[in-house]
């Protein structure tokens, strides 16, 4: 079992997450750090409770057959309301693009019947490879809010070692960016056994 805290807030929110880490440590609630995009925000006690929801989320797959860490939501601004959430299926889909955040954007546009996010923020797992922030951008996500660093999955499977928030302050679209929240929740859906050993299986695929 995992635990989450609320920022300055003693009260904790017990999420089940499928056989996660229960040691890892405790990011201190009052000290998240961000990463700002042309905009800027800051992380609220409702941006650590839709991460460790999205977490949560992505930790179930952990006890299925195609494990993954990477899983996104994408929730109402204002209202809080999410809209849905979705796993990486590249293997599944024998799709190189199918990661976590753009099948969440692909489905939530597909559901409104519009192009546009706006109003709409994304909850992810792990910070946005640049495929992942750019289409974030066309979208009109007014925010994005990540919980590993792209150096963490990086430990792990390749990345594209471009940070978020450049990609956000180089494009002609506003987007916040903010993060890392709950980082050390979330990469423990990295270091959790059963994923290990898909990473294993991750370098050697052709």
């Not at 997450?17 to 405790?26: C, E, K, L, P």
């Not at 929801?53 to 860490?69: C, D, K, N, W, Y």
């Not at 928030?165 to 506003?174: I, K, P, T, Y």
Request: with cysteine.
């Amino acid at each position: 079992m995992m635990i989450f805290y609320r920022a300055r807030n003693p009260r904790r929110m017990l999420i089940s997450s499928m056989g996660v880490h229960s040691s890892i440590r405790r990011i201190p609630a009052n000290k998240p750090t961000k990463s700002r995009g042309p905009a800027h925000s800051s992380v609220s006690p409702s941006d650590l409770e839709q991460m460790a929801a999205t977490v949560a989320f992505t930790a179930r797959s952990l006890a299925g057959s195609h494990p993954r860490p990477f899983g996104a939501s994408i929730v109402h601004t204002n209202s809080g309301k999410l809209l849905l959430r979705a796993l990486n299926r590249v293997a599944q889909d024998f799709d190189p693009s199918s990661h976590a955040e753009v099948r969440a954007i692909r489905l939530a546009t597909k559901r409104l019947k519009k192009l546009s996010l706006a109003g709409y923020t994304l909850y992810t797992t792990c910070e946005p490879c640049p495929m992942c922030m750019s289409t974030a951008l066309w979208a009109g996500i007014d925010r994005v809010v990540y919980g590993a660093k792209i150096a963490d999955a990086n430990k792990h499977c390749k990345q594209i070692q471009i940070p978020a928030v450049e990609v956000a302050a180089r494009s002609d679209m506003q987007c916040i960016v903010d993060g890392p929240v709950l980082r050390d929740e979330s990469y423990a859906l990295f270091t959790h056994p059963r994923m290990l050993q898909a990473f294993r299986i991750w370098s050697t695929r052709k």
